[in-house]
């Protein structure tokens, strides 16, 4: 199969484009063929060597990134009953030390995939689990976001933070979310938040702390100039991990409670958040598509730190 691989960390050149053996197929397992691939910020940390992912695959490489995958069932193991073949599937796959989305092909565990909403095309639906499984679980298990709180999103636009909104806004919050001016719209219009905020205007002054939640999908300083805006018996979920514990020092300076996290691979979670997108009540947001074979230039894209939503990686 086609693939792109890591032989070594690095710049986004180190990503390589070429012929890769398809893993082999254990009897409970299913072999997918993947149609689209979701490309997340943890990718070009590892892709870079940093963080505990990379550390348990350094001494593996070649390894194939990628954990989200949109797609069609070719084969299933003799022991498998959830799924058949021609069967259309999205999921999370391989996370943290397996990855492998980045593929024409993957073998999969029957309890990282679920049928496809099918009102989404392929790309869409790549675009979903990493990003909001990881909204999903910091809305209502970290934080426990009930109705009429106020909820603040960092980085409202982004990957996360889009679903972040909408599943804060779902639970019954009035939601803030913050980007920069080009993204207002999207977050008041589409997204349908309270609030916007320019993080340029960041740190405000005199400000009351009103949040109930504070959900951080940007970290460090900003993350930080934040904290004001939180109560005092309020949480910020803070996920980047690389800042994590200097958010959370931060905030135990000011007798406020934040919590680091990482998204957990939950099939029961993405059943639910796939019924919220069949029946329309969460939308994704993809802003570009990339084929497989540019995943270079999808790397310097999100590198960027600006993708409203998602870019995904299509394969022939
Ligand atoms: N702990 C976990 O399990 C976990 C899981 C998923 C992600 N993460 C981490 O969470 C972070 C966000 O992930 P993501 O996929 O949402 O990233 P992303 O989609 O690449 O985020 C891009 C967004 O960030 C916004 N942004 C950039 N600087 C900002 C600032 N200072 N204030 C507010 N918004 C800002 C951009 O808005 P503008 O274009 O308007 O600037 C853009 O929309 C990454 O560090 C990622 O590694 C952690």
């Not at 960390?9 to 409970?28: K, Q, R, T």
């Not at 593996?60 to 599937?89: C, H």
Request: with cysteine; proline share 4%.
């Amino acid at each position: 199969m086609q693939a792109v691989q890591i032989l070594r960390f690095g710049g986004p050149e180190v990503l390589e484009y070429g012929e890769a053996a398809i893993p082999v197929m254990d009897s409970n397992q299913v072999l997918v063929r993947i149609r689209a691939c979701g490309v997340n910020p943890i990718d070009t940390k590892i892709r870079r060597g940093l963080g505990f992912v990379a550390e348990k695959i350094k001494d593996r490489l070649p390894w194939i990134p990628g954990y989200d995958l949109s797609g069609v069932v070719e084969r299933v193991g003799g022991q498998v009953t959830e799924f058949k073949a021609g069967d259309e599937v999205f999921g999370m796959i391989g996370f943290p030390e397996r990855g492998g989305a980045y593929a024409e092909c993957a073998i999969v565990n029957t309890n990282e995939i679920v049928l496809k909403p099918v009102n989404l095309d392929h790309a869409r639906a790549a675009a979903v689990p990493l990003a909001a499984l990881t909204a999903w679980q910091a809305v209502h298990k970290t934080a426990n976001v009930q109705k009429d709180m106020r909820v603040m999103v960092l980085a409202a636009a982004g990957g996360v933070g889009h679903f972040a909104v909408q599943f804060a806004k779902l639970a019954g919050a009035y939601v803030t979310g913050t980007a920069s001016a080009r993204n207002g719209e999207f977050i008041i219009g589409t997204l349908g938040c309270y609030e916007f905020i320019n993080y340029a205007s960041f740190p405000c002054s005199g400000v009351i702390p009103v949040m109930d939640v504070i959900i951080d999908a940007v970290g460090g300083e900003a993350a930080i100039q934040a904290l004001p805006l939180l109560k005092k018996d309020g949480v910020m979920v803070t996920l980047p991990t690389v800042t994590a514990s200097q958010v959370i020092a931060a905030a135990q300076a000011m007798d406020l409670t934040t919590k680091g996290m990482v998204v957990k691979p939950d099939i029961i979670d993405l059943q639910t958040i796939a019924g919220l997108l069949a029946d329309h009540l969460v939308q994704v947001h993809v802003e570009q598509r990339y084929p497989l074979s540019d995943a270079i230039k999808a790397h310097e894209h999100i590198e960027k730190g600006h993708v409203r939503g998602k870019i995904v990686l299509a394969v022939d």
